[in-house]
T-cell receptor, first 113, second 117 residues
Framework: AQKVTQAQTEISVVEKEDVTLDCVYE???????LFWYKQPPSGELVFLIR??????QNEISGRYSWNFQKSTSSFNFTITASQVVDSAVYFC??????????FGGGTRLMVKP | GAVVSQHPSRVICKSGTSVKIECRSL??????MFWYRQFPKKSLMLMAT?????????EQGVEKDKFLINHASLTLSTLTVTSAHPEDSSFYIC?????????????FGPGTRLTVL
């Protein structure tokens, strides 16, 4: 069985603050893929990043960065200099070699002006 | 590329009626499509996996007679909520996996918000 835990259900920050969203996963598979999605109020899931289990390099894309640590089974997501438009629900998800995509509970981020 | 559409985007119906939701992969073929359900302020829960030309596989606790899934072609899957009741009100999201999926990628549709009065 696989599991994804996002311990932070809601985070509130003031614009321009940095914020880190935590994601911890459990799987018995050696090959798996980790994802982050953004879900704005419209409801549509927006793909942010995919990382496979053999690639532990951290990634930066503009104000977004991701820290993948296999040793702690974590795949954390940091937004630097947050903006109001970053307000959304963010989901971390895990996909093993089969079909199953397991989502975490989501973190609601509120960025206040 | 890799666009998935859902129709309708929003539907309101009376209790006891059936509602059909379509999920289409617009620019790729998908052997596998997935149906998720999301309650307000909750995560996405997989309801069923459908493969083209075969019966859908339902997750535990999902009534297959209540949620009929048909995957008649490589670009279309439908979810029919039969005899809908207010507790079926939810956000339904489909996703599609391309034939040549490299990373087990799933592409998500924009979702359908169902309200049953």
């Amino acid at each position: 069985a696989q599991k994804v835990t996002q311990a932070q259900t809601e985070i509130s920050v003031v614009e321009k603050e940095d914020v880190t969203l935590d994601c911890v996963y459990e799987t018995r598979d050696t090959t798996y893929y980790l994802f982050w999605y953004k879900q704005p109020p419209s409801g549509e899931l927006v793909f942010l990043i995919r990382r496979n289990s053999f690639d532990e390099q951290n990634e930066i894309s503009g104000r977004y960065s991701w820290n993948f640590q296999k040793s702690t089974s974590s795949f954390n997501f940091t937004i630097t200099a947050s903006q109001v438009v970053d307000s959304a629900v963010y989901f971390c998800a895990l996909n093993n070699a089969g079909n199953m995509l397991t989502f975490g509970g989501g973190t609601r981020l509120m960025v206040k002006p | 590329g890799a666009v998935v559409s859902q129709h309708p985007s929003r539907v309101i119906c009376k209790s006891g009626t059936s509602v059909k939701i379509e999920c289409r992969s617009l620019d790729f073929q998908a052997t596998t499509m997935f149906w998720y359900r999301q309650f307000p302020k909750k995560s996405l829960m997989l309801m069923a996996t459908s493969n083209e030309g075969s019966k859908a596989t339902y997750e535990q606790g999902v009534e297959k007679d209540k949620f009929l899934i048909n995957h008649a072609s490589l670009t279309l899957s439908t979810l029919t909520v039969t005899s809908a009741h207010p507790e079926d009100s939810s956000f339904y999201i489909c996703s599609a996996r391309p034939l040549a999926a490299y990373y087990n990628e799933q592409f998500f549709g924009p979702g359908t918000r169902l309200t049953v009065l």
